[in-house]
Every structure is written in C-alpha cells, then in structure tokens.
C-alpha cells in the first residue's frame, strides 16, 4: 500500500522493448500495431501487467496512446502530460503528438500506406474509440485487424508481471446498506422495462457494487477485475480468476449467482444468441461486441444500468461516509498540526510530508489504502496539476511558499478525497488573494441550493465566477463523483465546464475542488467531498431544492483569507465549517492538537 | 403595425371547419391528416394565410399541432398553454394532449388503426419531426402519406386571406455593415471547407441577411419570405414572389445573384443532381429533403451555415444597436414616466399602456414596427408568462399591484427588447424582497466575465442562484439570442437551464431575463439586451476574458429594490447604470420627462 518515490519508467523501456515489439509484429505479418492506456477492464487504474503504454514506451501518464509501425512510432498524450513526456520517453524514437486534437486517427490516416495491416487487440479498444480508427485506416487505404494473441504481450513474455489474484471478499451489509439480491433484482428490473433479458457488465466498480464483493486487483482501490451477466430476473453468471475466489464467497453469493471461472465467459457471451443484450460501450471493450455479435445476440448499447444506482448512496453509504471523513479529519488535523508546528521550523522534503500523512492515516488502523498517490507540491511543484514527488523531483518546503497537499483514503465505510493549501512562513499578497478567490468559489459550491434536474455543468460556474471576474480560471474540473469504499473518481456526476446530462441526485457524493495554479510558482486548490442532500426549505420557499452537505473535515488555512474579500453570508459559510469541524474532531485528537485546532478553526 | 386587442379565433372555429377538412380528407382518401403549427418556412411568426393550426382548431398559441381523424381529433399544447387551449378549443370535439410528454407520436401509435393512411404535407415537417412520426404510425401498422394539395388548404379555400406579398428592399450598407457579396464569399468558402458544393437556405431570416433585403410578409420582423441556393464560389440563386421585387432589387443583388420566381424553385433542387448540398433539417422541411434525394443530389444535413455569421454582429450593427436603443430608452423613459405621474393617479387598463406605449415609439419617427406584441400584465396578470391583453382580458391598474410591461421595437439600425416592472403605489414587502432577488440575478449575468468557450447554459445558473437560495425559480430561459431589424428570437446562442453548445462570442446580442412569477398575484420580469463584448483585463488578470455590454437604456424601479439586500459591487453595478441611462437619455427627453428621469436614475 506505501506510496514509492521512484520514477516506474523511463526512457530507455523504448530502446529496449521497441525492437522486440517490432519482432512479434514481423511474425504476425503486421505492418503496425495500436497500443492504448486501457486494458481489458477499461478502469483508471491498470494492474503492472497491463502497463502495456509504459512499458512500450516509458510514458506513465494516466491517459494515452502509442502506434508502432515497421520504421516509426508515434505516442500520444494530452496538455497535462507534454513536459512529462519528454522526459520519460526517448524522442528518437517516438513522435509525440496531441492525444486529443487529431489523435490517433488523423496520425494513422497520415502515415498508412494503401495496402498495410495495422493489428489491434480487441480486449482493449471501447467499440467507439475502434469505429474511428478503422474509418481512418480506410481513408488511408490501409486495413486493421483484430489480433488473436497480443504481439507486445508475447515480446513482454516472462518478465511481464503476473495478473492479479487478490481475494475477492465480501462487503458486509452494514457497509453496503442493500444486499446484493435486492440491488439485482432492482437492475433487473430496470433491464426488462428497456426490453432487454440481460446486461454485460464489465466494469469492475460496477461488478463490485452489484454483487457487495470486494478485491484487491489494482492498486488504490479495491476493485475486483471481473465480469457478469445479469439477467432481467435477478440470476446472474459471475466471472472470477478460480484463483480470487475465497472460501466463503459462493455462500455470501446465494444461489442466484453462479460463480465461474473466467475461462467460461466466452462461452456464456455465445450462449446469449437470439438474446437482446445490454452492454455499454463506453465501459466494454469492442470484444465483447464481436463475441455478442457474431453469436447472433441482439446488441443493445446503453449506459451500464448499475452506474446510476451505484452513484446514488443510500443512507447506510452516506452514514458510513460521514464516519470515514471523521476519522479521516482526524488524521488530516494531526497532519496539518504537524505542519502548522514542527514542519515549520524544521522544513521538510514532500517525500516527507507524504510519508507522515500516510502514517497518521494508517495510525487509525482502518485504512485499506490510500485511495490515489498522494500529491504533495512545495512551491512551483503545486502548480503542476497532477504533480506526484518523486526520489528525482523531491523539494524541501521553503518560507514563503505555499504546499498543496491532494489526498484520500479508502476505508471500509468510505472513500476519501482531500485537498489543503498551507502556507509555510509568511505569504505574499497574491497568494492570500487569489485563495481567497478559490475558497468563495468554492463555499458558492458547498452553499447553493438548486432544483431537480440540475447538472454539475450547470454549477460549475459558481466555482469559477470570482476567478473569472479576476482574469483568472484553473483547467480542470471543478469535482467528480466518488465511490463507497470504491473509486474515487466515478461517474456518471460530475461537475465541469463540458455540458452533461446527469442531473445531481440525493445520495451522490461529488468532489468540490476549484484552484489557480501560477507556472513556475504556487498552486492553490481547495477540495471537500459533499453530498446531494434535500436541502432544508428557507422562509418563503416555493419549491424543493437540493444542496450539498460537506463531508469533508479539516480546516482551511485562515491565515491565507483575506477577510475583507468575503462577502457576509461566505465569512458565515467559513465560520460555521469551522466551528463544525472542531465539534467532531476536536474531540478525536490529543491535547496539543485540539489547542492548535481551536486556533485553526476559529472564527474569522 | 398597430397591436389589436381581438381574439383572432375561438372556438367555433373547430365546429365550423372540422367538417369541411374531413371531407376533403375523405376526397383524397384519407382516414386521418396531421396539421403542425409550422409552416412552410419553418419561422416563428406566420402570415395570416399560414394559421392553419388555429383555422382548424381555434388554438392561437405559437407552438402546438392538431391530428384530424374521420371520426376523433386531438389538439396538442405545451404546459404554457393549458389554461389558454381550454378557453380557445371546443372539448367536445378536440381531445387536448401534452405536446411534449408523447405528443402527436404517442397519440398516433395510439389511436392509428392497421391500415389507416394519414395523410401529412411535407412542406410543413422537419424531417427529424417526421421521422418519429413514420415509426409512430408504423408501429401502429398505419402509414403517412405525402400529399400534394394539403386538404386543409382546400377546406378553407376562398376565405383563405392571400399570401402575404411585401415588397422586398434593400437593406443599405450603414445599417448591414458588410455587403452581400462578402457574405456569400465567406459563407461560400465555409461551404467549400465541409466539402460541399452549395447549400440550401430556406430560413427566412437568414435570406434576408444574406443578401441584405428586408421585407413585410410576417407581421412583428422584417421578413422576406423566400429562399435561396448559395454555391460555394459565393454565387447564388434567390427565389421571391414576382409580385415582391421591387424594381431597384436586381441591381442592389448584382450579377452574381440570380432572381428568380418562387416556381423556379422545385427545378433549381432537382438541378442538383449529383452535388453535395447542405441543408439544415432544423429549419428546412422534409419536402425539400425529397426533392434533393429524388434528384439524386448528395444531402449533407448540417447546420444552416449562415446562422452563426449572423448571430456575430459586425461592428455597424453594435454601433446601429447602440442608436437604436438610445431612441427606444428615451421613448420607454417618457412611459414610464407617464406610469409614475399621470397612470398612478387616473389608473389606466393594460390596452391603454401599450397604445400608450407604442404611440411613444411611433413619435420617435423611426418605428418599422413592433418586434413583438406587448405584454401588459397588471397584478395577476403579470405571473401569466405568454400573457398578451385582450378586450375580454384588459384589467384596469390597481395601487398596491405591480405592473409588468415586456415589449420591443424594429428599427432600421436594430431590435429591441425590454421588460420593466413597476409598482403602482405601495409596493408590500414580498413583492420588493423577490424583486431584489430577480435584480441580484439579473446583475451577476450583466457583470459576469467568462473565458472564450463559455455557453449561455455555463451562465444561466448566475441568474437564478439567488432565486434559488430563497427556494425560488422562474419556468423559462434567462435569455434568447435577438437580430439586427430581424427577428427578436434568433439562435443559435441561448442563455438556458437546457445543456447547449454554442459558445458566447463577441457581437452576440442576447437578453437577460430572470423573473418570479407568483400565479394569482403578481410577476416579476428585468429585461435588458446585452452584447457579448471582449472585457477589459482587471489588474492582475492573466486569460482574456469576454463580458457584456449592456444595451437597453432605462430605469429600473428603485422603490422595489431593497437596497440591504444587495452586495456592494451590485449596488454600484445598478447606480453606474443608471448613471449611463440619465447621461444617453437625458439629453434625448423633455424637461419634465428628464427631471423625473434624476430622480429615477439617482444612486441607491
């Protein structure tokens, strides 16, 4: 579970593993070969078999693509990753170009020849991603194929990590709140009503959800990698490596699922001929499709029916959230003690800072995992977005900077997602003025109310409104959803600029995390995990509104705010988290740091 | 011009002409005929000869459709207009359905007998519309037949008024700002760019703005009914009513237009063949898609590709809008203040304020028409959205009421478009609290910056936030794009809850319109027009940042704003305003008019 500090990959894994790539490819009779981020589970984070780009390539961004042809290569990363890729991949080698502008298409429909055979590995393509691809091989002449063994697996060979095993065991009720039956006899439901007899679902948070299991496949949460099919009337087939499956599980199932072995779900998918079948094709890979397809099932492509159940917690998820953020703060208030009192003087490095918030945290003796790498900028290192301190990168803390420290836990009853900004010595004007900007977008988002139906695209403004009144915006998204005990990043919610569909319901728990970054100097974000709540109704009132309840316990450093900045109902917004923050987490701390978080969280 | 205070239909008009389109329907064998609001050129207002929907029904509401069979018939209106569809259509021959939930399809599936043929005319369907409809009647095992006389035309016959045949004229250069020909060579390229070779434009306003022409065929714009084939090299074919060319026409077009009647038109698709044409099957119906397939032309359905040139106005246009307003404020300055002397004192009904109203702006000498009819709505009145006052309707001001007044002009150099609500003698304390909360709204969307990108549904929530701490909503969108002396509804940009992806750019015109409307008491509307504006950069500001501009020149009643309520930078927003109306209309007003217009404009 301990983070690491070393750099994964680097630039000689191109060099090294290119020419035997290029081998496996010659031997197939391939004129290239497709390389994606994804792998067979579509998720976020991939197990160290399935590092397949970083491998190939050295890149280990999050996101991203590689081509390999015969006498050329081409990797792709988005705007986050362009410094990134420079140092870790060997540029003789490798063109790098714009994931996301062009892409993979534009370059294939470039540099294809009229006659070549480009392979592909239909376990890792989304059928969407796979229809773009082939239109542009075809405009350039050139054809894909869908490969049968994976050439960079094969030239991987043995030293390729072996695929995960861990166990997958239950997820009591008492933090489900909805026994598995229940939840498929529900989706079930909703399958017949759509006209269906059975869904594909593929994804693994998905998986873990329907059936109240849990694994440990992938690092940073406790995703069983596994798939079902379940029918309209509840039964479902559940697809497990032999060697996961724990002793109790087939009991914790019921009889209503038939636990089979990941060798079998080829088969059951040809068993589904003549059948209409939901999958949903930005969750499951072009594979599926063709196995349905050519077993003359009837595809229907629609959203994975679990997604929005599972993003709606009920009161046993939320109840369990609350518990997990307690603790949490608590943990997070000796941290930012620590760093208010001994760090100040003594000035650590941020391989430091990581190491002693993940040992509070692991001092509570319910932490299962962190729930992704902690970040942890000093300086100009905040203002790299998805900045991660490595051995090579590390940097001591210096007065007059500010530390921006991005982190979550998994535990039993909750996930968590934290982001505080703390100033180390005395900041400089700008820095308090511009927190001050970030926090009353962030406290316009933790107060709204707003009616049914409303969008996180439609609340993302009131995040960024007083920095866009100062000439200012930050280039991501405002929040996410959040799993229980599951992913922290999960849809379909979410709160950004891109217009989107999925209206905010009871139950949901989204991140609020608006920031300013400053290139080569300071970053600022300030993240609270809150909830969807019915909000109470005010005076007068008309009509029900929704709102949030910050979940979310730790104090924001007051010495950043500039108070005269705050209008009154925000200075009161601030004052009341505070004071609520100290009620439930003063009494969980010692001494010394329930004084220092009187001072924290007094009001302003 | 002048706005009338009739009804134009009621409901004998079902019982009168029901028979007469049953039996032309039972001439042509039909067992049903579909009859949409729409007509030919798809627009928001039609000519009197074009009212088929409230021929045959008595509905005069501006969206809706009626299904006529041989022996039932339903009418169909959206939720705007079920106390109005009650009043205007006989029950017991007319079964009203929700136009939205279902609609005519749901009905249709419904209803339709296997076998039946419904006969529709597709010169008044958008494809899209009647897509749904063919498998609505399909699923019913009945079929929609094209007809080529539509059987309600028939019915009505000689007591059908004439279609409408305005002179069609020049509109100069100072007020267009770029000549035709420009127009069309940039269009062109545009068109040249997707890869086709010449689009079809059938939207009214777009033809007028395309080769600068104006005309009268619709009541409310200057629309020249009429439609055109733009080639990509920037030559054109346009299609008029003889009868509507004016004898400077063929010169103002030049020779690269060819004018042509409108019987030339059906030839010129068929002509075609073999091209690739763009047509937009939002604003061009199915017939016209029939002849291009029939014809064996390539049909790229795509945007209209003058809709967002148009929307973008050039810098004589935002100069024309700026005249046009200054001459509108001073003419609604002189109204309001006869509402604050005179109309408090003598109590007028509504149809007395908007002749008084309109008798105002006809005096400014520079009024083409009104852009819309005026909405006069006293005490309960106010809370009807789509309110229009009739003879029967007209209610006399009452002290203690408010008063709201939504109206507009067409003037050569621009469009106008306000609302303004106002108390009749002593407002009570609600009416002023929920009056602050609509100002709060309607000054964060007037003071707003936002980064190029941004969407009006990204800013809509700005103007309802402060409703919606308080519990409150309005039902309607914040704002809707409006022409250059076109119509006072233009797209594609829009300010509403519903996800949409055009961005804001700068000469965008849009309104600003937030309101509260409590249903038996009182509504409550501040309207102005804004143009989007590249924002001066604040100190410090690091992104360029786009703004408003605010158009609309009057005053808004302070006796209804609490001035506790408002924040510091809103109070000093509304006093710079009024400021800047005393500074443009003062000078433009008589002395009495501008002594009350100090007063009224004086800081909070």
Request: proline share 7%; hydrophobic share 40%; aromatic share 6%.
């Amino acid at each position: 579970m301990r983070q690491t500090f070393d750099e994964q990959a680097d630039r000689t894994f191109g060099p090294k593993h290119l020419p035997l790539i290029r081998a496996e490819m010659a031997r197939q009779g391939l004129d290239g070969f497709l390389i994606p981020h994804e792998d067979e589970h579509q998720n976020e984070y991939l197990p160290d078999a399935n590092e397949r780009l970083a491998w190939a390539t050295g890149f280990t961004g999050s996101a991203g693509a590689a081509v390999v042809m015969a006498d050329k290569a081409a990797v792709f990363v988005d705007g986050r990753y362009t410094l990134q890729v420079k140092e870790q991949v060997d540029a003789a080698l490798f063109e790098t170009r714009d994931l996301v502008e062009g892409g993979v298409p534009a370059w294939l429909e470039d540099i294809a020849r009229p006659g070549q055979v480009i392979g592909y590995d239909p376990r890792l393509h989304s059928p969407d991603a796979l229809a773009r691809l082939h239109s542009a091989a075809g405009r350039a002449g050139a054809t894909l194929k869908a490969v049968e063994a994976n050439p960079l697996d094969d030239a991987w060979g043995g030293v390729r990590p072996a695929q995960p095993a861990a166990a997958v065991v239950p997820h009591p009720l008492e933090y489900a709140g909805e026994d598995s039956s229940s939840k498929r006899a529900r989706i079930g439901a909703a399958i017949a009503q759509s006209g269906a007899d059975a869904a594909v679902i593929t994804a693994p948070a998905s998986v873990a959800w329907l059936f109240n299991v849990r694994g440990g496949d992938v690092i940073r949460s406790p995703l069983p990698l596994g798939q079902a099919i379940l029918n309209a009337d509840g039964t479902a087939r559940l697809f497990f490596d032999h060697a996961k499956v724990t002793k109790d599980l087939p009991a914790w199932l019921g009889n209503q699922v038939s636990l089979e072995p990941t060798a079998a779900l080829a088969g059951a998918l040809s068993a589904l001929s003549g059948r209409k079948v939901m999958i949903d094709p930005g969750q499951s890979s072009s594979w599926y499709f063709d196995r349905l397809e050519q077993a003359g099932a009837e595809v229907v492509r629609a959203v994975d029916p679990t997604a929005l159940p599972r993003a709606c917690k009920n009161t046993t998820e939320v109840e369990g959230a609350r518990h997990a953020h307690v603790r949490d703060g608590a943990a997070l208030s000796r941290f930012l003690f620590w760093l208010d009192t001994e760090a100040q003087e003594r000035l650590p490095d941020e391989v430091e800072v990581v190491t002693r918030l993940e040992g509070l945290r692991e001092a509570t003796g319910a932490l299962k995992d962190l729930s992704f790498d902690t970040i942890a900028g000093a300086g100009p290192h905040g203002a790299v977005v998805h900045y991660r301190p490595t051995l090579r990168t590390n940097r001591r803390l210096q007065p007059g900077e500010l530390l921006l420290v991005d982190s979550g836990a998994q535990y039993l009853d909750g996930t968590t997602d934290v982001t505080r900004t703390v100033a180390m010595g005395e900041p400089a004007a700008e820095m308090r003025e511009r927190f001050t900007l970030v926090l009353r977008g962030h406290i316009a988002l933790a107060r709204v109310r707003f009616p049914a139906g409303t969008t996180g695209s439609a609340l993302d403004t009131l995040a960024r409104a007083p920095l866009w009144m100062a000439g200012l915006d930050f280039d991501h998204g405002t929040g996410h959803g959040v799993g229980s005990y599951l992913g922290v990043h999960e849809g379909p919610q979410r709160i950004a600029k891109r217009p989107d569909s999925t209206a905010l319901q009871p139950g949901m728990i989204v991140s609020n995390e608006p920031g300013y970054y400053k290139t080569g100097a300071y970053g600022i974000r300030i993240e609270n995990l809150q909830v969807v709540t019915e909000a109470s109704e005010p005076p007068g009132g008309e009509r029900p509104m929704l709102g949030f309840e910050t979940l979310t316990l730790a104090p924001i450093d007051r010495r950043l705010v500039v108070t005269e900045m705050l209008a009154p109902e925000e200075r009161a917004w601030l004052d009341a988290y505070h004071a609520r923050v100290l009620k439930l987490i003063g009494p969980q701390v010692e001494p010394p740091v329930r004084t220092w978080l009187k001072k924290a969280c007094a009001a302003l």
